[in-house]
């Protein structure tokens, strides 16, 4: 059972254009982060969020963890072609372990 | 530090063969995790050590897959009678202890193995 849910699956819009993707639960989540995959390698960490109602920015990108901290939002203003790939969601939900669960991702492309 | 290793970043193999992957993490981490990811879809978990303690193992995984890391550095991942189902990639992360909240460590990940079974 996956327990992280994000939306839209596949993204395809043209450079300039703003977008959000979504991680939803019905699990609660001491924090969640947030990693960015291309081609060919594994995923890298983009941002961490642990407080409830918590916002985030990484320059054109910003990051929003639930008031009740199951759900979080990616936001990317002005998207360019290298903001091109998948974005996925990730947390601990269980306490007492390390077990990271991923999110069941979200393919961005970028077209110039 | 070269970051996390991984070998080999491919494997073609017939179905029945058995595969081994190995795993180097970042020599001061002392978590290390095992994911499998099929095209477009999110890791999902097989495994993970502290140190050399195997302390969760996921449900999804067959009595074929095992995972071992003896000394508390290198990791390896066998499958035994490869299925064709089990072609994917699979991923290695390690991560340092700190004593911050569950969920807030780094997870550096290697590129993968990917494994096709014919």
């Known amino acids: 059972t996956q327990l992280l849910e994000q939306s839209p699956q596949f993204l395809s819009i043209q450079e300039g254009e703003n977008l959000t993707v979504y991680c939803n639960s019905s699990s609660v989540f001491s924090s969640l982060q947030w990693y960015r995959q291309e081609p060919g390698e594994g995923p890298v960490l983009l941002v961490t969020v642990v407080t409830g109602g918590e916002v985030k920015k990484l320059k054109r990108l910003t990051f929003q963890f639930g008031d009740a901290r199951k759900d979080s939002s990616l936001h990317i203003t002005a998207a360019q072609p290298g903001d091109t790939g998948l974005y996925l969601c990730?947390?601990?939900?269980?306490?007492?372990?390390?077990?990271?669960?991923f999110g069941t991702g979200t393919r961005l492309k970028v077209l110039a | 530090d070269t970051g996390v290793s991984q070998d080999p970043r491919h494997k073609i193999t017939k179905r029945g063969q058995n595969v081994t992957f190995r795993c180097d993490p970042i020599s001061e981490h002392n978590r290390l995790y095992w994911y499998r990811q099929t095209l477009g879809q999110g890791p999902e978990f097989l495994t993970y050590?502290?140190?050399?303690?195997?302390?969760?193992k996921s449900r999804l995984l067959s009595d074929r897959f095992s995972a071992e890391r003896p000394k508390g550095s290198f990791s390896t991942l066998e499958i035994q009678r490869t299925e064709q189902g089990d072609s994917a990639m699979y991923l290695c992360?390690?991560?340092?202890?700190?004593?911050?909240?569950?969920?807030?460590?780094?997870?550096?990940f290697g590129a993968g193995s990917r494994l096709t079974v014919l």
């Open positions: 990730a947390g601990v939900a269980t306490s007492g372990t390390y077990k990271y669960i």
């Open positions: 050590f502290q140190n050399e303690a195997q302390l969760e």
């Open positions: 992360a390690s991560s340092s202890w700190d004593r911050g909240p569950a969920g807030a460590n780094v997870l550096t």
